[in-house]
């Protein structure tokens, strides 16, 4: 089946130093990869769509400069978290599909981010 | 009103028995709907998903849609201690890979 892998899975940084996490889709292409994040019990948010070859699509709410995409190849899309606060510790996953009609999404393990 | 809600439970389920999970969603053209089990420190790993109104049976699972209702549900036959995790119901305006919007959760504990 369809497996995605997410990289590092724990993350310990100090206060406003960047952390950057990879995504990779290991028997698939994805043109599409999303990041969501987590907060301790609560529902996955989706933070950006990752565009391979272009520019990430991010909701509402979730800062462009300070949680950057980078989608340069069909298998691997990064989420770099700069400048990083305490605030910003969470769960991150991504997510990416096959992208045949009706595929389902599959989840990377998460990357458990603390920021000291 | 929430796109996706769940109740957040805890519901508590006695072992062989079938524990129901309920999902209802505000956007009545929604499409794809997905079941997601995950567990306390992990990523969800997906369970089901369902199309179309009625049934779709998998193992000891069943999903249940009914788009007028605008409500889908998760049953597990013959709970085991291993089924304890928070369940999440999650809904796709396409039947395509877009970006998913997901409930909060309910989380299942499985009495042995």
């Known amino acids: 089946g369809a497996v995605v892998s997410q990289h590092p899975s724990r993350v310990i940084c100090k206060s406003g130093t960047s952390v950057k996490i990879e995504c990779r889709s290991l028997d698939f292409q994805a043109t599409t990869m999303f990041w969501y994040r987590q907060f301790p019990k609560q529902s996955l948010m989706l933070m950006a769509t990752s565009n391979e070859g272009s520019k990430a699509t991010y909701e509402q709410g979730v800062e462009k400069d300070k949680f950057l995409i980078n989608h340069a190849s069909l298998t691997l899309s990064t989420l770099t978290v700069t400048s990083a606060h305490p605030e910003d510790s969470s769960f991150y996953i991504c997510?990416?599909?096959?992208?045949?009609?009706?595929?389902?999404?599959?989840f990377g393990n998460g990357t458990r981010l603390t920021v000291t | 009103q929430k796109e996706v809600e769940q109740n957040s439970g805890p519901l508590s389920v006695p072992e062989g028995a079938i524990a129901s999970l309920n999902c209802t969603y505000s956007d009545r053209g929604s499409q794809s709907f997905f079941w997601y089990r995950q567990y306390s420190g992990k990523s969800p790993e997906l369970i089901m998903f369902?199309?179309?109104?009625g049934d779709k049976e998998d193992g000891r699972f069943t999903a249940q849609l009914n788009k007028a209702s605008q409500y889908v549900s998760l049953l597990i036959r013959d709970s085991q201690p291993s089924d304890s995790a928070t369940y999440l119901c999650a809904v796709n305006k396409t039947r395509g890979n877009e970006k998913l919007t997901f409930g909060t959760g309910t989380r299942l504990t499985i009495i042995p």
């Open positions: 369902i199309y179309s109104n």
């Open positions: 997510s990416a599909s096959p992208g045949l009609t009706g595929s389902p999404l599959h």
